[in-house]
Each structure stands twice: as structure tokens, then as C-alpha cells.
């Protein structure tokens, strides 16, 4: 017989006890945040106890909740949000930490608990610049190893820091600061009344 939500999440706050900070349920899943100093006994503990068996990491990605909720959110800025599968138990949990330096964002690695957690750790670090304390080879893994910054905080620009271009010149790639002029850009909400009639 399936676990109910609710009984997932009694048995995750029996098994993590006082390593959870909080748990909620929201649509129909649970989420569940740990402290940043036993969030590998609290993953090791969810892959292991009879009563989780989370044995599958999906996915873990990084966050960065600076203006989140208009600004009005206080606490850390980056979390790790990992999604976790019971094949067992026929249930899936939300697991989020809070990296607790918002200038150099630090947790611990989840490589040596599940193998699946190398690339996307590579990816938080490389587009949130969240260090995975113990990953074997954390270094960047979508944008080029000279590229400055990371792409996905919120105060990156838009347009970014430099460009990168094919020069046929000097035969090589070269880099160069931004190219486009900064510009707010504003949906088009009302159309001529012509618009889309030549089709």
C-alpha cells in the first residue's frame, strides 16, 4: 500500500529530527528544509531509513532568492534544492538547504550519497556560483572556462559583462565588452487594428 503524503511526512520528521528547520506541504508535495550543518546526515538518512528509502536524486538546482516576494523575504540568498524519489515507497520529496554565506555560498557535495548530483552540481555552481564543498571536479559546465560571473543570480545584467566573437582577422575567438546599448524593454499589449491582417 502507498504512503500517504502525510505519512511521508511524519515518517521524514521522525527519521530527521531536529536537523529540519521546516516542512510544508504545498499541491500535493512535500518540501522539506534542513540545516545547512547536517545536510549530509540528513540525506544519508533519507537515502537509508526503512521508513524513507529515498534512493533516486531527479534533480538538484541552485536558487537565488534575493527579491523574492518583493523583496520583503529575510534570510539567505542561495539554496540547494534537491528533488528526491522513493521507488520503494512510491513517493517523491523536496529537499532545500540555505547556504549560509550569502558572499560565498557553501554546502556540502551529495556526489558520494547519489553519483547522479555531479553534473547538476556543476550547473548551480557554474550559473549560481554555489560551492559544493567534497565534489570531486567542480568546475563549469554550460558556459566557457573564461567566462566572468555567473549567469543566473539576479543581479547579473542581462546583456552580460563581455561578448564573444569569431574574429576572421587574428583566426581566432575573441572577447570584447558588450556590444548592445542597455534597453527597457516593454511587452506590446495593444495592437493597430491592421495588425496581422496581410496573413
Not at 83 to 88: A, D, G, K, Q
Request: glycine letters at 8%; hydrophobic letters at 40%.
Amino acid at each position: 500500500m502507498p504512503m500517504t503524503l502525510e505519512s511521508l511526512s511524519i515518517a521524514v520528521k521522525n527519521a530527521l529530527g531536529d536537523a529540519i528547520v521546516d516542512v510544508s506541504e504545498r499541491l500535493g508535495e512535500l518540501t522539506v528544509v534542513v540545516k545547512p550543518q547536517g545536510y549530509v546526515a540528513a540525506m544519508t538518512v533519507l537515502r537509508d531509513h526503512p521508513d524513507c528509502h529515498f534512493e533516486q536524486l531527479i534533480d538538484l538546482c541552485g536558487m537565488d532568492y534575493s527579491g523574492y516576494g518583493d523583496g520583503l523575504r529575510e534570510g539567505a540568498r542561495f539554496a540547494v534544492v534537491t528533488h528526491l524519489l522513493s521507488v520503494t515507497n512510491n513517493q517523491r520529496l523536496r529537499v532545500r538547504v540555505f547556504c549560509p554565506d550569502d558572499d560565498l555560498p557553501v554546502v556540502a557535495s551529495m556526489v558520494e550519497i547519489w553519483p547522479a548530483a555531479n553534473w547538476f552540481e556543476r550547473e548551480a555552481f557554474d550559473l549560481f556560483g554555489i560551492v559544493f564543498e567534497g565534489h570531486p571536479d567542480l568546475r563549469r559546465i554550460l558556459t566557457d572556462y573564461g567566462f566572468i560571473g555567473h549567469p543566473f543570480r539576479k543581479d547579473f545584467p542581462l546583456s552580460g559583462n563581455v561578448e564573444m566573437r569569431y574574429d576572421p582577422t587574428q583566426q581566432r575567438v575573441i572577447y570584447q565588452p558588450v556590444s548592445i546599448e542597455p534597453r527597457e524593454i516593454v511587452p506590446r499589449i495593444v495592437r493597430d487594428e491592421s495588425y496581422g491582417a496581410g496573413r
